[in-house]
């Protein structure tokens, strides 16, 4: 497609599970971006991958939350042992520039409930 | 640490009116500037940016906004709203650089359009 794409759309869980959201990016864009939107709330950046690795993770709350990209594509967000807390929309973007003034593209998000 | 307010939850316009969304910015150096929109069902779009020269920046939908320097703000005009540009509202800042897409977001301003 042509834009980003995030799978599931939505997500129920119970509290303590294990759920994964998927990003797929525009087709060549290096950089790529996790945001979490808890309700009434802006974003909140998470992380940042340019390329492969991860160049920023600072906005991840703790240690239950991982990203991964492995081939600089599609991305990965973990969750385990979820809490009520976790649940909001989780946003992913991603762009075509390394740094200076380029734009973001978001997908439509995951919304996560857990239960 | 960075920061922004939308000090404006909600805000209700005929159509036709004119409109101004406010926006606030802490910052400690010259900041990136943003204003997205985000409708039901559809990603964060970017209606326009600042970086540097000229303080009035044109966007997409007809869109402006101004930077003030003295006063710490970025506010969003339009002179005639339309029935579609209601919708959520998000102004942003951000370090620009390496980092241009780590982004902190205000709480946002929900606009209604009545017809």
């Known amino acids: 497609g042509a834009g980003v794409s995030q799978t599931p759309s939505n997500k129920v869980t119970e509290k303590g599970k294990y759920v994964e959201l998927r990003c797929d990016p525009i087709?060549?864009?290096?950089?790529l971006y996790w945001y979490r939107q808890s309700l009434g709330q802006g974003p909140e950046f998470l992380i940042y991958?340019?390329?492969?690795?991860?160049?920023?993770d600072s906005g991840l709350p703790n240690d239950r939350f991982f990203a991964v990209r492995p081939e600089g594509s599609v991305s990965t967000l973990k969750i385990q042992r979820t809490e009520r807390g976790d649940s909001a929309v989780y946003l992913c973007?991603?762009?075509?520039?390394?740094?200076?003034?380029?734009?973001?593209?978001f997908g439509e998000g995951s919304r996560l409930t857990v239960l | 640490a960075q920061s922004v307010t939308q000090p404006d939850i909600h805000i209700t316009v005929s159509e036709g009116a004119s409109l101004e969304l406010r926006c606030n910015y802490s910052?400690?150096?010259?900041?990136?500037l943003f204003w997205y929109v985000q409708s039901p069902g559809q990603g964060l779009q970017l209606l326009l940016k600042?970086?540097?020269?000229?303080?009035l920046v044109q966007g997409i939908k007809g869109f402006e906004a101004e930077f003030k320097r003295s006063q710490s703000s970025f506010n969003l005009r339009k002179p005639s709203v339309h029935w579609s540009d209601a919708a959520e509202y998000f102004c942003?800042?951000?370090?620009?650089?390496?980092?241009?897409?780590?982004?902190?977001f205000g709480q946002g301003t929900i606009l209604t359009v009545h017809p």
């Open positions: 600042y970086f540097s020269g000229d303080t």
């Open positions: 942003a800042v951000g370090a620009g650089g390496t980092s241009y897409g780590k982004l902190t």
């Open positions: 910052y400690g150096a010259t900041p990136y």
């Open positions: 991958f340019q390329g492969t690795g991860a160049a920023d």
């Open positions: 087709s060549g864009h290096t950089a």
């Open positions: 973007a991603s762009s075509s520039s390394s740094g200076g003034v380029g734009e973001l593209f």
